[in-house]
Each structure stands twice: as C-alpha cells, then as structure tokens.
C-alpha cells in the first residue's frame, strides 16, 4: 500500500467518527443536551440488540475469538499492573488512575474505529472487545472500587442478558425469524452513532483543572496497552490478523463510563473526569499513529 492510499485510509477512518463527536460537541454548546435518557436507552436496549444481533449471526463462532478473548483480558488487567505502582510515585491513589488506565474506550470508539478501519467483517471482533472489556469493568473495576460490590448483579444487566441469549442462538445453531432479524437489526445499527454522539456531548464537559494529570494519563493509558499487548504476542503468539486488532483495542483512551463509576462512588470524580476527556482528546493525534503501523 503506497503512503497516499494509507494516508487516504487512515483518514477515511477517523474523519467520520471524529465528525459526529464535533457535531455533538457543537450543538451541545449551542444548546445544552441532557443525554441521559438517551445514553441508558443505548446501554439497555440498543447496545443489547447490537450485541444479539451479532452473536445470533450464523457468521458468529465464539470458539474462533478465544485468542482474541483472552489477549484482550491481558491488556486490560495488564495494564493496571503496569500503572498501580507509578500512583505512588504521582501520588495518587490508584482506586483513582488505575482503572481508567485499564477499562477503555471499546464502545464509544473502539467499535466504530474497528468496523471502519477494517470493514463490516471486523463488526463480530469489534464486539467481542467490547463486550470483553465491558465485563471485566462491572466486575473487576467496580470490584476495585468497591470490594462489597454484589457481582451477581452483573448477569442483571441487559447487554449480559443479550450475551447469554446470542452464545446461545449461535451454540444451537438456530435462526431469528426474518421479520424480528431486521427489527433487531435496525435497533442495533443505532447504538454505534448515538455512543459517538454521546462520547461528543460528554466532552463540552472536559475539566482542565488536573490537567497535568489528563495529559499524563492520555500517553500513560495506550502506552500500557500496547506493552502489554506486543508483550502477549512475542510470549503467547497470534494471528497478525488479530494482532491488528489488539493494537487498536490496546490504544484506545479510557472509557466514559469510568467517570460515571467514579461519580458513584466519589472515587475523585473531577480527576477522573479531567483523565478521561482530555486521554479523549488526545487520542485524535495517537489512534491515527497506531493505525498507520497496523494497516
């Protein structure tokens, strides 16, 4: 692939994701938008049908994503490793820095980023990331925060339920009644842009007052990533197919929902969210670097 075609990629990749968040950023600073009916919209009927939708697909194995499973699961729990010791040395408690570092964007970002960089085939990967991830923040993460936490709640929650319901669709080999396929299919096509557009309105919020610590957080979260991640593939080894995947995943800036979580908890809500929003910000100049390397 010659440089003008690479670059004609990489921009052909980022322009439309990067474009429906400025769209949200600018039109919620002219008009103020509450996006919570939305966002739970997304999380409890959207996402869930996305989920399904895909998993119920007689294109779906999940036996062929367990390398992929299982080196995602790395990267996240190797990153906070990574991290938990350096809190000391920035003095910050790592109930704070660690789990952003950890829990990433794999949903707002990851999944359009993945799908548009590789093509719709790459729909099922870019799902099974997100959903890798998402599990161990309900468990693991909130875990971290709270050690009483009640993990069975987790299996209460509607994209686990949508998970449960999809392995089992694609185990037993059955197929969804056309007629319900496409509803399914329709409401899961609305999960991808409203997560980019919720991702913009959420950074008219951006808090610059630890922004020393946000700027630090936004080289320190890929970059734990992807040493984890080239470390798995040298020691463990994969496809360079899933390799590609894994250096996305392992770039993305952290997750939203880590500031939601922060907030719950008052885990130092307005660090969290100074992280999270300007790592956000930041990954406009580092995703494009990663994804020159990987195409």
Request: net charge neutral; hydrophobic share 55%.
């Amino acid at each position: 692939m010659d440089t003008s075609t690479l670059f004609s990629q990489i921009f052909n990749t980022v322009f439309p994701l990067a474009s429906i968040v400025l769209v949200a950023f600018f039109y919620a600073r002219v008009r103020p938008t509450d996006m919570t009916v939305a966002n739970r919209l997304n999380i409890s009927v959207f996402c869930p049908a996305l989920i399904f939708s895909v998993m119920a697909s007689k294109e779906f194995h999940i036996a062929q994503y367990v390398d992929l499973i299982l080196a995602a699961t790395a990267v996240v729990l190797g990153s906070g490793l990574l991290v938990w010791p350096l809190c000391r040395w920035l003095k910050i408690s790592p109930q704070t820095l660690v789990p952003p570092m950890m829990f990433n964007n794999s949903g707002n970002l990851g999944i359009p980023l993945i799908v548009l960089a590789f093509g719709e085939s790459a729909l099922p990967i870019a799902v099974v990331l997100f959903l890798t991830e998402n599990l161990l923040h309900f468990t693991v993460g909130m875990y971290l925060l709270n050690p009483k936490s009640n993990l069975l709640n987790v299996l209460k929650m509607p994209m686990i339920i949508a998970t449960i319901l999809g392995l089992i669709w694609s185990l037993q080999g059955w197929t969804v009644m056309p007629a319900v396929k496409v509803s399914v299919d329709m409401m899961g096509q609305i999960a991808i842009p409203l997560m980019l557009f919720a991702l913009g309105v959420r950074m008219t919020n951006v808090d610059f007052s630890e922004w020393k610590l946000g700027v630090l957080s936004g080289f320190l979260c890929p970059l734990s990533g992807l040493i984890i991640a080239v470390i798995w593939y040298y020691l463990v080894g994969m496809s360079a197919e899933n390799f590609a995947y894994l250096l996305i995943f392992a770039c993305l800036p952290p997750a939203i929902l880590n500031y939601m979580v922060a907030e719950l908890y008052q885990q130092e809500p307005h660090k969290v969210a100074s992280i999270v929003l300007i790592s956000n910000l930041m990954s406009v100049g580092i995703v494009p670097c990663v994804l020159f390397y990987v195409l």
